[in-house]
């Protein structure tokens, strides 16, 4: 059931944030490698293959975090004598903060503090654009996945959180999934489907559901420190 309220969280940003920030992404592509007599079949085509390395690249970056970050717990955890329960518990307190400092992130349009310099996302765009091959829609979604995100922060943030290792990619594909159909549809069809007055709501509501999620992983972590 959790993974499901992920995916309506999920799919609420997707239709308030991922089309205004991605989209651009998409239109780019769309000029720059489709032409009149490219046919709808190679477009979909194209539009599957963007997806499908965003996707990728989602559950490819919760794969390493979390064999990172778990697997450093587990250094600390022996090198500081500490139990594994007590010090898991105050990492969720931390992550559930963290958690609810994008939320609010997202909701008052702060400049994301994780942001890296687009010099080199740039070169790497240019160069994808100017090719109309399709394993370069692949490419192109990998590279995207890889964009600062505050979503995929929140989202690589949550899989951390989580008890195991599928459990964390679950979190990750969940992201993926919830994020293609938007894109895909504002790539196959038309630029601008959602008016800002509905982008607005479905990101105050997404709003509420990320703060729900921080506010359950921050209670998870003190009741591990409780019963540790």
Not at 96 to 121: D, E, T, Y
Not at 132 to 140: D, E, Q
Not at 166 to 178: I, K, W
Request: glycine share 10%; net charge positive.
């Amino acid at each position: 059931m959790e993974l499901v309220y992920l995916f309506l969280n999920a799919s609420l940003m997707a239709l308030s944030h991922c089309v205004g920030m991605c989209g651009g992404v998409v239109l780019a592509y769309c000029q720059s490698k489709f032409t009149p007599q490219t046919p709808l079949k190679a477009q979909l085509i194209a539009h599957t293959l963007y997806n499908l390395g965003r996707i990728s690249m989602y559950v490819f970056v919760g794969f390493l975090a979390f064999l990172g970050f778990h697997g450093l717990l587990e250094v600390l955890a022996k090198a500081f004598h500490l139990p594994r329960m007590r010090l898991q518990g105050g990492v969720l307190v931390g992550l559930g903060v963290l958690m609810a400092l994008f939320a609010l992130g997202f909701i008052l349009r702060l400049k994301n503090p994780l942001a890296l310099s687009g010099g080199l996302f740039a070169r790497g765009f240019k160069s994808l654009f100017s090719t109309p091959s399709l394993p370069s829609f692949y490419a192109l979604g990998l590279l995207n996945g890889l964009l600062p995100c505050g979503l995929i922060y929140w989202f690589v943030l949550n899989a951390l959180a989580r008890p195991n290792l599928t459990s964390a990619l679950e979190t990750m594909v969940v992201l993926g999934l919830a994020t293609f159909m938007p894109l895909f549809v504002f790539g196959a069809l038309f630029g601008n489907f959602l008016s800002s007055k509905w982008r607005a709501w479905f990101q105050k509501a997404a709003f509420v559901l990320l703060l729900g999620f921080a506010a359950h992983t921050i209670y998870m972590g003190v009741k591990m420190l409780g019963h540790a």
